[in-house]
């Protein structure tokens, strides 16, 4: 395939209306998107509305019907997966997708490997093993789990599989992190550690956050896109996203359950919760 590549102003995606179809369901509707390098940006709405197909179209495990996907300025519309992952964009998903067997970094150690654009080989021999070793061990400290080590990964609780499943997708070096509801499940502990972790990466990892905590997407993300039936509601600056009166009205349905609810139905931001939090930024 060709790829056009355009200069490094170009932003680090640019979404052109797409869209996906399953039958007559139109879950990604007509999405366009453009993010600078270093974006820090989240897509909220309720649950169905196309959060997860969209970032499934952008990592390339699934296919829009109709729109473009650029990264960098190069068309990747048609690239697959593992090509995508090479060029820098990185996922890391809703079930940690972390093998037991290994220790904790070994399992970094071959996420490094797999991300690798050279990768050839068997990644446990002894001399590539040692090349990503060392940078493996130094993902692991920015997810505070070098003390894990040497632990199989299967020892991990689930909060700290979640941190070994973001280590190894920042073992690609991306430059695009695609995070689908890192959140879920965890702590209050546990949230407050992975803010501090997201929030400290350097701003040449772009980050896409699907999150139903209100209060994460208001702490990490500079802009959000609300999806209401795959359609755009409103992008825009996070505190005004989050103040729109229909996203306002949208999260007042959280207390029947309808948006922002966790997998048990239960919600996870007070209506108040979003008007308070979008105000304390401002
Ligand atoms: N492979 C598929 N085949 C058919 N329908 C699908 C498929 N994947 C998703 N859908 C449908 O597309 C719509 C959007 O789903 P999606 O998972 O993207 O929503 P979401 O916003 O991520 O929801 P949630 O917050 O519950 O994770 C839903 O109606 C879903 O049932």
Not at 44 to 57: D, E, H, M, V
Not at 180 to 185: L, N, T
Not at 216 to 239: M, N, S
Request: no cysteine.
């Amino acid at each position: 395939m060709t790829a056009t590549t355009a200069p490094s102003t170009a932003p680090v995606l640019d979404l052109k209306n797409l869209t996906r179809r399953y039958g007559s369901l139109t879950a990604v509707d007509d999405v366009s998107l453009r993010l600078p390098s270093g974006a820090r940006h989240a897509v909220i709405g309720p649950n169905g509305a196309g959060k997860t197909t969209l970032l499934n179209l952008i990592a390339g495990t699934d296919r829009p019907d109709h729109g473009t996907i650029a990264l960098g300025g190069t068309d990747i519309t048609r690239t697959a997966t593992a090509r995508r992952s090479g060029l820098g964009i990185a996922r890391s998903f809703q079930q940690p997708s972390v093998i037991g067997e290994l220790s904790v970094l070994d399992n970094i150690v071959l996420a490094g490997w797999r991300h690798h654009p050279l990768r050839r080989g068997a990644w446990w021999r002894p001399s590539r093993y040692r090349q990503h070793a060392e940078s493996a061990t130094r993902h692991l400290e920015a997810v505070g789990l070098a003390d894990s080590a040497a632990r199989p990964a299967a020892d991990l609780s689930h909060g700290q599989r979640r941190m070994l499943d973001l280590a190894a997708a920042l073992a690609g070096d991306p430059r695009l992190l695609l995070l689908d509801e890192p959140a879920a499940g965890l702590t209050d502990g546990d949230i407050g550690r992975l803010l501090t972790i997201l929030g400290g990466l350097p701003s040449s990892v772009a980050i896409i956050l699907v999150e139903h905590h209100v209060e994460v997407v208001a702490e990490l993300a500079e802009t959000v896109t609300v999806l209401a039936a795959g359609r755009v509601l409103i992008t825009g600056p996070t505190k005004e996203a989050l103040a729109h009166p229909e996203v306002r009205d949208a999260y007042h349905a959280t207390a029947a359950g309808q948006i922002g609810a966790d997998r048990d139905g239960a919600p996870e931001a007070a209506p108040d919760g979003v008007r308070d939090t979008a105000e304390a930024r401002g």
